[in-house]
T-cell receptor, first 120, second 112 residues
Framework: DTGVSQNPRHKITKRGQNVTFRCDPI?????LYWYRQTLGQGPEFLTY????????KSRLLSDRFSAERPKGSFSTLEIQRTEQGDSAMYLC??????????????????FGAGSRLTVL | AQSVTQLGSHVSVSEGALVLLRCNYS??????LFWYVQYPNQGLQLLLK??????LVKGINGFEAEFKKSETSFHLTKPSAHMSDAAEYFC??????????FGTGTRLQVFP
């Protein structure tokens, strides 16, 4: 178990450019989440996948944002035509609904270290 | 709908003093409650969670939290603060899905 891996860790781009972030979840986890965190705020939910199916998208996810998980393993989050307001830390997390922790129904999300985006 | 309110964006304590970080939640379904810690330039790390059963939950690094349904609270405590506890702490709630709703966080400073 190598944890949740995110790349790149830092990305600086000019307004209007496209950027893509990658997330590699824990291998046995079938659920994958994307969150956005801005300075001084808690993480805000963007979207999540169960296997390759995208099951929920937040209203925060404008049409410039697209997320994929083509084979139910790694995921990418692409932001097109970046704006300065997109500057944030993008966090990925994974969990499994096949594992039961002490018989409870709540599954723990394991987070990656995040990808920090700065739009100039 | 679910939400979390963390009272106090900044808390300062002396080393060895009691740590109390406040969290109140709102949930239309039985909640699962979590505390995560975030150190600078790192991801979120789970401190503890409440799912069912015992309302006093013990976590890592000497932290514990008590679920009080009547007060809709899940406050985080530690009897004696250590310098290494300085970080940002987030309370979160989930319900029928694993999706977490986070509070805005509390930055804990520990003075020698």
């Amino acid at each position: 178990d190598t944890g949740v891996s995110q790349n790149p860790r830092h990305k600086i781009t000019k307004r209007g450019q496209n950027v893509t972030f990658r997330c590699d979840p824990i291998s046995e986890h079938n659920r994958l989440y994307w969150y956005r965190q801005t300075l001084g705020q808690g993480p805000e939910f963007l979207t999540y996948f169960q296997n390759e199916a995208q099951l929920e998208k937040s209203r925060l996810l404008s049409d410039r944002f697209s997320a994929e998980r083509p084979k139910g393993s790694f995921s990418t989050l692409e932001i097109q035509r970046t704006e300065q307001g997109d500057s944030a830390m993008y966090l990925c997390a994974s969990s499994s609904n096949r594992l039961r922790d002490g018989g409870s129904g709540a599954n723990v999300l394991t987070f990656g270290a995040g990808s920090r985006l700065t739009v100039l | 709908a679910q939400s979390v309110t963390q009272l106090g964006s900044h808390v300062s304590v002396s080393e060895g003093a009691l740590v109390l970080l406040r969290c109140n939640y709102s949930s239309s379904v039985p909640p699962y409650l979590f505390w995560y810690v975030q150190y600078p330039n790192q991801g979120l790390q789970l401190l503890l969670k409440y799912t069912t059963g015992a309302t006093l939950v013990k976590g890592i690094n000497g932290f514990e939290a008590e679920f009080k349904k009547s007060e809709t609270s899940f406050h985080l405590t530690k009897p004696s603060a250590h310098m290494s506890d300085a970080a940002e702490y987030f309370c979160a709630v989930s319900g029928y899905t694993d999706k977490l709703i986070f509070g805005t966080g509390t930055r804990l400073q520990v003075f020698p």
